[in-house]
């Protein structure tokens, strides 16, 4: 028998979630209904034939029963006034949809849908059943081509249309004063087409001006660095090589920063370690720079889930905001491990690059055996939802000089840093 989420859970779990609490998705549920509800005529406008990424994850719903089996369940176990999709031929029609989708500019945040996919599986992915499938390797592996695909026109000419100062644009006032416009190089270009983009995703990881991101300490290597623009999520300290990573705002070692490539080569270095956590929001710079003076020792981008979130046993809407720890052990994530100079004893440090929601791609700035400084480039996100983290080996921080996120307080009201600010000092 299949058990239907009450409507007041569902709500509690949604406001809980990344896409929420970044401001990618808007504040009042009830918006995501009028987008499921406009997608049903958007498909059946679109004469297209279904995308080839999007035919692929037709076949494996129709021909993988466990699949099919967790798919048609959790499309019930959404509350009946909530379900706007009943079968899989129309939440493959709705994902075609999807696929070809600049997000536009919408300036009042209760309706704010800058994640289509993350609306569209809103909350079905949310329910029992939806917990499960969106975990199964096939599943994910199928949607991970649906999500390059769309990487792909978000990376084309043809997304620039979102691009005008028109209503619902990206340069329309409101929309220029969320971003800060000003702030970055484009400001500069107003003059041209698009103002010099050539496709959504060059706008979302657009340069900000140097002025505006100041690096903190001088030439000091005693002060570590933000390595992006966000809100304080967690910080920990003397983190274990093995803990259970899905309860809440716990770290595992061993699954955080292995890969295929690497392994746990690197793991016992970090054991008895410091962690720190930040999540870009929608109007975050999205371009991430070097946290200490080092040398790149390794790179790797571990292929992992996207739209999964942390569970209880019992059912509570609180654990969805302590999701962000979790997925930065089971996400797609770029791993940088960062072996730093004398001045901090030759120890480590890793950026856990965290790709959140449909984060679309992970594009490294640097190469292994590089000497990095401070404040440097390190890599960017392309479009979607992303978080980071730090990993600092025991004895690289004395103190940490930004405060910790109030666990009791929503994730969207922690502490705000900006890239290259201090957030901690070397001891």
């Known amino acids: 028998m299949t058990a239907v989420l009450a409507p007041r859970e569902l709500h509690a779990r949604y406001q809980k979630t990344f896409g929420r609490a970044g401001g990618y998705l808007p504040r009042n549920p009830l918006a995501i209904d009028e987008f499921q509800k406009g997608l049903a005529q958007r498909a059946a406008d679109l004469k297209e034939e279904l995308d080839p990424s999007v035919r692929d994850f037709a076949a494996l719903l129709h021909s993988d029963g466990i699949v099919r089996m967790y798919v048609e369940k959790m499309l019930r176990e959404v509350p009946e006034e909530h379900r706007h999709i009943h079968s899989l031929d129309e939440l493959v029609d709705y994902l075609n949809v999807v696929v070809t989708w600049a997000p536009g500019f919408e300036r009042d945040p209760r309706k704010q849908i800058f994640l289509p996919m993350s609306a569209l599986f809103g909350y079905m992915r949310l329910t029992p059943a939806g917990m499960v499938v969106f975990r199964l390797p096939q599943f994910n592996d199928r949607l991970r081509g649906v999500l390059q695909k769309w990487c792909t026109y978000l990376n084309s000419p043809e997304s620039t249309h979102v691009l005008t100062t028109r209503d619902g644009g990206w340069f329309s006032q409101p929309a220029v004063e969320l971003n800060k416009l000003y702030e970055y190089e484009c400001w500069d270009h107003r003059d041209r087409d698009h103002w010099g983009f050539s496709s959504f995703n060059d706008f979302f990881h657009r340069p900000v001006k140097d002025e505006y991101r100041p690096l903190a300490g001088g030439g000091d290597p005693g002060v570590i660095v933000a390595p992006n623009d966000g809100t304080v999520y ?185 890239v290259r600010s201090q957030i901690a000092r070397a001891r």
Request: proline share 5%.
């Open 234 to 418: 967690n910080i920990r300290r003397n983190v274990a090589r093995q803990a259970d990573f899905w309860i809440k705002e716990q770290y595992s070692l061993e699954t955080m920063l292995s890969g295929p490539e690497c392994g746990d080569e690197y793991v016992n270095r970090f054991v008895r370690g410091d962690v720190y956590q930040a999540f870009l929001s929608v109007n975050s710079f999205h371009r991430w720079n070097v946290p200490v003076d080092g040398t790149i020792k390794h790179l790797e981008i571990v292929p992992g889930l996207m739209f999964s979130a942390a569970e209880n046993e019992t059912p509570d809407p609180e654990t969805f905001t302590h999701s962000q720890s979790y997925q930065a052990h089971v996400n797609t994530r770029g791993l940088a491990f960062i072996e730093c100079g004398p001045e901090l004893g030759n120890r480590m440090v890793c950026a856990v690059v965290i790709g959140m929601e449909e984060v679309s791609s992970i594009s490294w700035s640097v190469n292994m055996g590089d000497t990095v400084q401070r404040g440097q480039e390190l890599g960017y996100f392309s479009y979607g939802g992303s978080s980071m983290a730090l990993v600092f080996e025991q004895g690289i921080v004395d103190e940490f000089t930004v405060p910790a996120n109030d666990p009791h307080e929503h994730p969207d009201d922690g502490p705000t840093v900006f």
